[in-house]
């Protein structure tokens, strides 16, 4: 009995079985491996060089190409040899070679789009930080996601240009569809766009100290394509959407300066003598700004008598710290130590009391000798 195979299956396996002959693939794979081995030489000469000349310019810049350069150059050097490889395969068809080189572009120019995304990140990331005419813009997610946009869309153009395939038609089509998405995408794109708009507006930026119209505080961590990230002193985050962000009413307590001033409130007892009062206070804060963190040892503090209270005089401490954080600290030592000084001192801070005066005649009442019978309660006046 003969089995019958069809002509197609036999056509397949007269081109197959050629190619299991492993002695035709040695030089394709020599190519392939010299130049992935010279890909990861070049890689480690590279991150060397890169280290000793960043290492002290910009630590930052420097672990950004060294996370760029890992992987990187063993991939294209190793495509390049592919390629090189396809000159050796004379047992593939025209057809399969032209098909393969043309796969290997396609994976070589996705690769370099990556690397040119990264590498225009960590330079714009680099140039606001060294920048001192674009100091007050913050590297946020929504820049480095419009420059890996830009990167990706020039990327693609070039690699449907050599592609042979026309983006003129690709374009025309995204025009008339770029309407329907918009309406779909209406918040969406006013939140980008009200992030773009403050970020550029220069009023707040990432690691600012806002506090909102609606009662959140905290800095700024970032703004994204939506939101800003708010993170709380409890380190708590809360999302802001960027178009109520730029309606609102925001305190930057980072603006003009980080410095700025706190304020404590002390009350003293009548019977104190005023100027040893604030003598002593000024003491106290000069040394908790010299010797606590946050604090501002220039700064010369001062007090501001200003309530002639129910229990004692009130009076108010002006202090200047670093940043708003910094005032937590200051007040706890400055409490801690002025409490202390002012028992040192004999100076009293008074507490919560009301003095009564009685009329004459209702002391004898109110208020009975020793050993005699007091008033009754019937008989005893009421006092309010």
């Keep these: 009995?003969?089995?019958?195979?069809?002509?197609?299956?036999?056509?397949?396996?007269?081109?197959?079985?050629p190619l299991l002959d492993w002695t035709l693939w040695l030089w394709p794979l020599f190519y392939v491996a010299v130049g992935t081995m010279l890909g990861f030489l070049v890689e480690r000469a590279m991150r060397s060089a890169t280290h000793r000349l960043l290492s002290r310019i910009s630590p930052a810049m420097n672990g950004s190409l060294e996370r760029m350069l890992s992987g990187l150059l063993p991939w294209i050097f190793g495509l390049w040899g592919s390629y090189?490889?396809?000159?050796?395969?004379?047992?593939?068809?025209?057809?399969?070679?032209?098909?393969?080189?043309?796969?290997?572009?396609?994976?070589?120019?996705?690769?370099?789009?990556?690397?040119?995304?990264?590498?225009?990140?960590?330079?714009?990331?680099?140039?606001?930080?060294?920048?001192?005419a674009l100091?007050?813009?913050?590297?946020?997610?929504?820049?480095?996601?419009?420059?890996?946009l830009l990167v990706f869309l020039c990327g693609s153009i070039v690699l449907l240009q050599n592609l042979g395939i026309s983006v003129l038609p690709l374009i025309t089509a995204l025009g008339v569809g770029g309407l329907a998405i918009s309406l779909?995408?209406?918040?969406?794109?006013?939140?980008?766009?009200?992030?773009?708009?403050?970020?550029?507006?220069?009023?707040?930026?990432?690691?600012d100290f806002v506090r909102l119209e609606s009662g959140q505080e905290g800095f700024i961590q970032d703004i994204g394509w939506r939101n800003t990230v708010i993170r709380q002193l409890s380190s708590n985050l809360v999302l802001v959407p960027n178009a109520k962000m730029?309606?609102?009413?925001?305190?930057?307590?980072?603006?003009?300066?980080?410095?700025?001033?706190?304020?404590?409130?002390?009350?003293?007892?009548?019977?104190?003598?005023?100027?040893?009062?604030?003598?002593?206070?000024?003491?106290?804060a000069k040394e908790v700004l010299q010797e606590t963190e946050g604090g501002i040892d220039t700064f010369e503090p001062f007090i501001r008598y200003h309530t002639f209270g129910e229990s004692g005089i009130g009076l108010t401490v002006i202090l200047r710290i670093g940043g708003f954080e910094d005032q937590y600290l200051?007040?706890?030592?400055?409490?801690?130590?002025?409490?202390?000084?002012?028992?040192?001192?004999?100076?009293?801070?008074?507490?919560?009391?009301?003095?009564?005066?009685?009329?004459?005649?209702?002391?004898?009442?109110?208020?009975?000798?020793?050993?005699?019978e007091a008033a009754s309660p019937m008989q005893r006046p009421s006092i309010n």
């Design 330 to 372: 200051i007040k706890h030592e400055f409490i801690k130590s002025l409490h202390a000084r002012f028992q040192t001192e004999g100076i009293e801070i008074p507490f919560p009391q009301r003095v009564v005066h009685l009329e004459p005649q209702l002391r004898s009442v109110v208020m009975t000798p020793s050993g005699s």
């Design 1 to 17: 009995m003969r089995l019958y195979i069809p002509n197609e299956i036999q056509r397949l396996v007269s081109r197959v079985l």
């Design 246 to 284: 730029s309606s609102t009413i925001i305190t930057n307590y980072a603006l003009p300066l980080p410095e700025m001033s706190t304020l404590v409130e002390v009350s003293v007892a009548y019977a104190s003598d005023l100027a040893l009062v604030e003598a002593v206070i000024k003491s106290v």
């Design 135 to 148: 100091k007050a813009l913050p590297n946020t997610s929504i820049f480095e996601n419009i420059i890996r």
């Design 184 to 207: 779909a995408l209406q918040d969406t794109l006013a939140n980008m766009f009200a992030g773009i708009q403050m970020i550029l507006a220069r009023q707040i930026k990432v690691g």
């Design 84 to 132: 090189g490889a396809t000159y050796q395969m004379h047992f593939l068809s025209v057809e399969s070679l032209e098909f393969l080189r043309k796969a290997l572009f396609i994976v070589a120019m996705l690769v370099a789009i990556r690397f040119f995304g990264r590498l225009s990140v960590a330079l714009t990331r680099f140039y606001l930080d060294h920048t001192q």
